[in-house]
Nanobody
Framework: QVQLVESGGGLVQAGGSLRLSCVVS????????VNWYRQAPGKQREFVAV???????NYANSVKGRFTISRDNAKNTAYLQMNSLKPEDTGVYYC?????????WGQGTQVTVSS
């Protein structure tokens, strides 16, 4: 059974940094695509960043140049380094693992950026 556990969220001032982690149980991590999504209060969940098994990445325009997604297949862990944080980055951040037609989600970690 695949389980995802996010961590690293917290309260930070605007301009600060956080690094989120997503630990994935099971053997599917290395072949899967990892996405980070976020959901602000009262808004729909939105895409933030993606990294495929080969290491290629893509980002939402709103975070390009500030966020970096990475993965360590030996540790079954994905990361989201977030720099120059803005109040509009506030929300619950979710990790998603996609393998073929299967999708797995973590429980989310809260990020709050104060102005």
């Amino acid at each position: 059974q695949v389980q995802l556990v996010e961590s690293g969220g917290g309260l930070v001032q605007a301009g600060g940094s956080l690094r989120l982690s997503c630990v994935v149980s099971g053997s599917m991590f290395s072949i899967g695509t990892v996405n980070w999504y976020r959901q602000a209060p009262g808004k729909q969940r939105e895409f933030v960043a993606v990294i495929i098994s080969g290491g290629s990445t893509n980002y939402a325009n709103s975070v390009k140049g500030r966020f970096t997604i990475s993965r360590d297949n030996a540790k079954n862990t994905a990361y989201l380094q977030m720099n120059s944080l803005k109040p509009e980055d506030t929300g619950v951040y979710y990790c998603n693992l996609a393998t073929g037609s299967l999708r797995y989600w973590g429980q989310g970690t809260q990020v709050t950026v104060s102005s």
